[in-house]
């Protein structure tokens, strides 16, 4: 029997709202804005189509304290959140998150990228995914950088995703599987 089980990989940042106080896995740490994410890759886990899974999807964090991080990862809480371009460029370069994202992503169909605009720039110059798998959600200065790559672009509006991108992300990886 032949699927069209497209694998997606769901990334964002971490979050200054810590959910547990000690070990959890990366998915379950942390809360506030994180939390409109997680409520999409839960909606993607459990989809359907024609009566099958209609996706496998992952989960990974970039993460203060560990850098790149899968969402079943168990981690602990920690001080110090990244709060702007200087963190996210010490952050990688004591952790190298971008390496481990570009060598992670290239064995997914679709990567999903909500991350401050700082940071997707930092992607973009690092090349770190290939072209056509992206669907974006940043910042309107980066529309033309998207389409040059083939990625899909959505602009990026007060939280993470919002509802609307998130409903056309569904639809869209909805119409891939």
């Known amino acids: 029997m ?13 979050s200054t ?16 804005r994180a939390e409109e994410v997680k409520k999409l890759v839960a909606r993607l886990d459990t989809a359907e189509k024609d009566g099958r ?5 992952s989960y990974g964090v970039i993460s203060s304290r560990f850098g790149f991080v899968p969402g079943n990862y ?12 200087e963190d996210y460029e010490r952050v990688q370069k004591e952790k190298d998150y971008l390496g481990h994202l570009k060598r992670a992503s290239m064995y997914f169909d679709r990567i999903v990228v ?3 605009k700082e940071m997707f720039e ?21 529309e033309q950088d998207c389409i040059e790559r083939n990625w ?5 509006k007060g939280p993470r995703i919002g509802a609307e991108n998130s409903e056309r992300i569904f639809r869209q990886i909805e119409k891939e599987s």
Do not use: W
Request: aromatic residues 10%; hydrophobic residues 50%; glycine residues 8%.
């Open 2 to 14: 032949t699927t069209n089980l497209k694998s997606v990989l769901v990334i964002t940042n971490d």
């Open 152 to 156: 899909i672009f959505m602009e990026r």
């Open 74 to 85: 168990v981690i602990t809480n920690y001080d110090g959140v990244m709060a702007g371009k």
């Open 114 to 116: 909500c991350v401050p």
């Open 122 to 142: 930092m992607m973009l110059a690092d090349e770190t995914f290939q072209h056509g798998k992206v669907m974006a959600v940043t910042s309107l200065d980066f």
């Open 53 to 57: 899974k209609m996706c496998d999807v």
């Open 17 to 32: 709202v810590f959910l547990k106080k000690g070990l959890a896995t990366a998915f379950e740490m942390f809360g506030g």
